[in-house]
């Protein structure tokens, strides 16, 4: 919803605050693989009980996966390995970050809270998992309200300030109603697209 909002607006700030990533070519690619790597530094240290380094870190990986596909667009090196590259990343960025707070409350001894994370992270992959399957018969195909950038925010902010479990209900929430949205979507044009078909199949006989 952020990037939606945002649009080329984005690319121009980006460009604004970073202009040294654009001064000669960069591999998009390897900032995206770096932002990963970050990430999955992240998730250590939620499990090992450092939620604010973790949030910190977060923060810095999602700047790199900010940055990956401005500097594709900027320099017209953009591909479509690069895009199935920074989405693939992108769920296991989202999948080791909640397992490593899951972890950590596991440790703590607090089952419900290691429930409440492997929910977020189930229906965090469900959200994008549905746009993905949409998007093989409907293009264009963009809606919902928590979409990854905020789902990252929201856990960077909760680690920062100490309300990490706040955080992973509004996540659990969001993503949950962004999934609702999604498969009422899918279900209104998909039906309209059987509709025509169904229809276009009795005028041919």
Known sequence: MIKAKLGS????????A?????RRKVDPNL???IGTLISVGAAA????GKPLAAGLLILAGGGFDLV???????????????AFLDSTLDRVS????LLGIAFWYASRGEPGLVL???YALAVSVLVSYAQARAELVIQGFRVGLFE?????????LGALSGFLVPALWIVAIGSTVTVIQRFARAHREMALMDAGGAAGAEGRG
């Open 148 to 156: 990854r950038a905020e789902r990252i925010l929201v856990l960077a």
């Open 18 to 22: 970073l202009p040294f990533l654009f």
């Open 45 to 48: 240290c939620f499990a090992s």
């Open 94 to 97: 989202d999948m080791v970050l």
């Open 9 to 16: 607006e984005l690319d121009v700030w980006v460009r604004r």
């Open 31 to 33: 900032l995206t693989v």
């Open 116 to 118: 409440l994370a492997g």
């Open 68 to 82: 990956d596909g401005v500097v594709a667009r900027t320099f017209g090196i953009a591909t479509r390995f690069g």
